[in-house]
């Protein structure tokens, strides 16, 4: 298996199938033999159902997950990492903000070992802004970056921490993701602190990105689970238990395809 493709999805019922099917035609289209992984994060609506239903080339596998209750982003990406097979994977944000075949730099960067992690950056100059955030995300975007490195460290060469667009060497993303206890949106911090501290290289790509209006999200509801995730972040690094989920949660919940 060449490529895996984790998608996560929360109630994402009108978008799932196009993104479904331009992972696939990415596959495809640049003859990878791979596989995508959609997974529900406990929609209330029918995601899994219409995931479920996308047709995909022969040569493309698709697999389809879901647990309950509904946990968040960071368990959503941390259940479909951990279950690929990949010598590479990624995770790509539902709505198709970024391309897929933006992807083909980062891909290359791992293939040929100039990094372990290769994110997608929309803060390079060489990024292609097509539609930029509201001036209200823009705020909270440069004011999170700032609590992050004076909180928990995160270096200042890392641009764009929370870009939906990452790739790993397989085995790096499931040593990782198998670690991780973040539930919500503070996964890619957690992810990359346990990566800095084994010793793997992170890099960044640019991309052409175009801003979806329709996240998850929320400048208003958002900023203090975020900080409370963030403070339990630097509790359970100092700690150095990664058996141990936020509030004594299970971090791999079973789910069923």
């Known amino acids: ?152 460290g995160v270096p200042r060469q890392l641009s764009d921490t929370q870009c939906g667009f990452k790739m790993y060497k397989g085995d790096v993303a499931r040593t990782l993701y198998g670690q991780c206890v973040t539930d919500g949106f503070m996964f890619d911090i957690e992810i990359i602190l346990r990566a800095i501290r084994q010793g793997y290289r992170i890099s960044e790509f640019p991309v052409e990105w175009a801003c979806d209006l329709d996240s998850r999200l929320s400048v208003t509801r958002t900023p203090w689970p975020v900080l409370a995730e963030l403070l339990e972040l630097r509790r359970a690094l100092s700690q150095n238990n990664p058996d141990v989920g936020q509030d004594g949660a299970d971090p791999h919940p079973k789910a069923s395809s």
């Open 1 to 152: 298996m060449d490529l895996s493709i984790v998608i996560p999805a929360y109630e994402e019922s009108r978008k799932i199938a196009r993104d479904i099917e331009a992972a696939a035609q990415f596959l495809k289209g640049n003859a990878l033999a791979g596989e995508i992984i959609v997974v529900d994060d406990s929609s209330q609506d029918n995601t899994a159902e219409v995931a479920r239903k996308v047709g995909v080339p022969a040569e493309v596998r698709l697999d389809v997950l879901r647990y309950e209750p509904h946990r968040g982003k960071g368990c959503a990406v941390r259940t479909g990492m951990t279950a690929t097979t990949g010598r590479y994977v990624m995770f790509a944000d539902c709505g198709l903000c970024i391309p897929y075949g933006n992807a083909l730099q980062g891909l290359e960067m791992l293939q040929t070992d100039q990094c372990d992690i290769a994110h997608g950056s929309r803060r390079l100059i060489a990024s292609d802004i097509l539609r930029d955030q509201p001036w209200h995300r823009r705020l909270f975007s440069r004011t999170f970056k700032a609590v992050v490195r004076t909180l928990l």
